[in-house]
């Protein structure tokens, strides 16, 4: 399949515009990096306490700003997750004891429930939108009626987990159950006896320390460069050493705008990410090395034309795939997106951002850099191969014809 015949675009005569824009963007991206002290790693690299939380209703973030205040967490990232009724809590800490010591997430749900919520647990009450499976069968069988049907009471409290997800995590109060075929009336009242509905639940809770944050953050860094110098080393022994560096400067330029359009957008980089960039990586040197892999086929059956007209040449031929590829991958990152929830969605948009960079780097970024390899190198020939043939005759290019001097 062709979405382009015949296709016959000048890219090597319009790259010093597409440099133009590549600078643009990385000048942007670093100016947004200086502008905001560096990337804005997440817990995974800065270490601390993330705590997300859904509530039943919406609640504001003002309200929870005052919240950790009072129990002096006030320089905490607090932030909506997805919707107005998640939010995302971030406490970063520089010691790890005190980390360890301070029990920073017990302290916050605490804090947060007695101000917060409109519903408070009554002595000895658990809450059913916290507590798992198997502590609510266990409550069940405390029932005279399921203290010998263990399978029952497994059963019925499966049932409970399941409708409770279904409902979104959270059931708004006990009398939500009885729609659950399993939960009798008797079930329902013994419930209502021994559990409450909460307000919110702890949907996810992370403690990283600072240095296990640093060390990862190393461990990341070395990841990406072992990476690149395999690249460098592979391409230079599959093809020759100027299309390795074409294709490395490529794949920085790709991974700088990625991680400048992050600093820009104030997304956080952490683990997830770095694993998108090294997928970006690989995605973007596939395409590079389609296009150098005909690049090197012509160099041979077109070697009678100009560099540029070769790479024009090569770079059209392939033209076609390079589209399709990167438009079905667009997709599928696109759908991940936008249908993936909010722990996946930067992941996504970094490789969406990937895919378009990758593809635009492989035309207008790798090949470029290779003509002016070419063209730098043939110029460095010619030089010397004149500078030769003053040497080899330096007194012709003095001597002046005697005709010439007969005339004057």
Known sequence: ME?????????????RKAFICSAILILAGLLSLIIRGGPNY???FEGGTLIQMKFMEPVGVSALRNTLNGIGYGDAIIQEFGSSKEVLIRIREEDDDALQQSSVAPK??????SSVSKTGPSKGLLDINSIGAREIRNILMTLPSLADNETEASAISDSIVAQRTEAGGLFSNISALSTIPR????ILDFLKGKTYAGDFIVVRQEM??????????????????WAVLGILVYIS?????????????????DVMITVGLFSILDREISLTIIAALLTIVGYSLNDT?????????????LRSLPIAQQLNKSINMVLSRTLLTSLTTFMVV???FVFGGEVIRDFALALMIGVLVGTYSSVFVASPILFEWEQFVKGRKQEKASMSGLKAHPASARKVPKSKRSKK
């Open 3 to 15: 979405i382009l015949r015949s296709a016959d675009f000048k890219f090597i005569e319009v790259r």
């Open 42 to 44: 997440g817990i995974d």
């Open 108 to 113: 916050i749900v605490a804090a947060i429930r």
């Open 183 to 186: 939960v009798t009336p008797e």
């Open 208 to 225: 990283v320390g600072p240095k296990v944050g640093k060390d990862l953050r190393g461990k990341a860094l070395l990841a990406i460069f």
């Open 237 to 253: 022994i599959r093809f020759r050493f100027r299309f390795a560096v074409a294709a490395i400067v490529a794949l920085i330029h």
């Open 289 to 301: 090395i389609v296009v150098f892999d005909r690049i090197r086929e012509n160099s041979k059956a």
């Open 334 to 336: 696109f759908c991940l």
